[in-house]
């Protein structure tokens, strides 16, 4: 069979009742995107951006990597990274200014991703962030705009610094007064991911789809049915751990309305949110990686922990909450916390680099983001902030390199230069956002 007579239209989705999947990249697709919006077919693959948040700083003492490409040497902290060497750019130096001088936690959070200063008290004011920017941008290329995902719940009222606790809990903001809402329960990210509607949720996503991705299986080329069978599989892997999940959010559900009371107000495990937090942020980053692959958005943002943090960690031999172990930021139980973090980070850098796309990977069209507010939880300093970025953004961004920016000057180092920087890469043309009007150097 010639291979033009194998093409399918890329607005192909597979469909059930009351679901659609949308189908990752396959070399039988005519093109990524849709025609009806430019009338011209899109011959780039889609960038994407991606930010994964830890509240409370790191063990600056393991925080360090030397060399570059494949003979970079990490740190302790960093060696989950290991495998991504030659796609990594661990940064160091950059800060926000907006966060420094105007007191600890809230204020140093809530505009992480904006570099808009933040206003105290009842009214919230800060900026938009710049993956909502990105959002904006490809608002009508994809189903959905972005996808905001968290591990733990946000808090209320306000701090001793009377910002409000809204700044610690929230990192993606629609625009100066308004975060974005962010879904803690992977089910229903799940359910938004594939149009999971109705009272069939609980039965399988592929058993709905199984006639039409038959049909759809019979017309592509044979490399794609390898690949359209491992997506299938990947999504079912997903969907049973989903399952365990949402059988525990309705019996929260159905605790909270006896109770009276909402279930966002409950401790975890009785709110419904997986008692295992390792499965819980795995779960979330294999979410974002089908959401990815499928081109469902190019844009995510993932709170793993939130400043002042709860989160325990007994599986790290961890006897403190998260935030009272920052304020132990130099002792080895903090080290081993932030070297969890930094495995989630690799974990979903190595599933994208898993899928392919034409000639490279889903993270070769990438950029990955991790940060955290502040480089030292026990001083809450933030005059710079660790930050990681795995992903090439379709071979326009260098990698394999370690950037230091320490000593080039507040005015050379700023957070939001970067992210001009990367606006710029993903298409994005802008001469400002927040405190920059300049790229980054270096880059």
Not at 92 to 101: I, M, S, V, W, Y
Not at 179 to 195: I, R, T, W
Not at 229 to 247: C, G, H, I, N, P
Not at 276 to 287: G, V
């Amino acid at each position: 069979m010639k291979r033009d007579k194998v093409r399918v239209d890329r607005r192909t989705v597979l469909r059930g009742v009351g679901v659609a999947m949308s189908l990752p990249w396959l070399e039988s697709i005519s093109v990524w995107g849709d025609e009806s919006i430019t009338g011209k077919p899109e011959t780039e693959l889609p960038r994407r951006f991606a930010a994964m948040f830890m509240g409370n700083g790191i063990n600056s003492r393991h925080w360090w990597a030397k060399g570059s490409g494949a003979e970079m040497e990490l740190s302790q902290s960093l060696e989950p990274l290991a495998p991504l060497k030659t796609k990594l750019n661990v940064i160091n130096g950059l800060f926000n200014k907006q966060a420094t001088g105007v007191g600890i936690h809230p204020g140093q959070t809530g505009n992480i991703l904006s570099g808009a200063p933040l206003q105290k008290g009842a009214v919230l004011k800060g900026g938009i962030s710049v993956d909502q920017v990105i959002a904006n941008h490809f608002g009508d290329q994809t189903p959905q705009s972005s996808l905001i995902l968290g591990c733990e719940q946000p808090i209320t009222g306000y701090h001793e610094t009377n910002f409000s606790m809204a700044y610690s809990s929230h990192i993606s903001w629609h625009d100066a007064n308004s975060p974005v809402p962010m879904e803690v329960y992977p089910s229903l990210a799940f359910d938004s991911l594939f149009d999971n509607q109705g009272t069939k949720r609980t039965k399988s996503i592929l058993d709905r789809v199984k006639e039409h991705a038959s049909h759809l299986n019979r017309q592509v080329s044979q490399s794609d049915r390898a690949k359209l069978d491992e997506y299938l599989t990947s999504v079912r892997e997903v969907e049973k751990q989903v399952e365990r999940t949402r059988a525990t959010k309705d019996r929260a559900d159905d605790l909270a309305k006896k109770r009276g009371e909402s279930p966002i107000l409950m401790k975890r495990p009785d709110n419904g949110l997986p008692e295992d937090i390792r499965d819980h942020m795995r779960l979330m980053c294999d979410i974002i990686a089908l959401a990815f692959q499928t081109d469902k958005t190019r844009v995510a943002t993932l709170l793993l922990c939130r400043d002042l943090s709860g989160l325990f960690y007994p599986f790290l031999d961890v006897r403190l909450a998260h935030h009272p172990a920052s304020h132990e930021d130099q002792s080895d139980a903090y080290e081993r916390v932030s070297r969890y973090y930094v495995s989630q980070l690799a974990y979903l850098g190595s599933k994208l680099d898993s899928m392919p796309e034409r000639d490279g990977t889903v993270l070769d069209n990438s950029c990955l983001m991790f940060v955290s507010n502040m480089w030292s939880g026990s001083k809450h300093d933030s005059t710079k902030v660790p930050l990681l970025l795995a992903g090439g953004l379709g071979g326009t961004l260098e990698t394999g390199r370690v950037l230091d920016f320490i000593d080039d000057g507040d005015d050379n180092r700023k957070l939001c230069s970067l992210y001009l920087s990367l606006l710029k890469r993903i298409g994005v043309n802008q001469t400002q956002f927040g405190d920059a009007d300049k790229q980054l150097s270096k880059l």
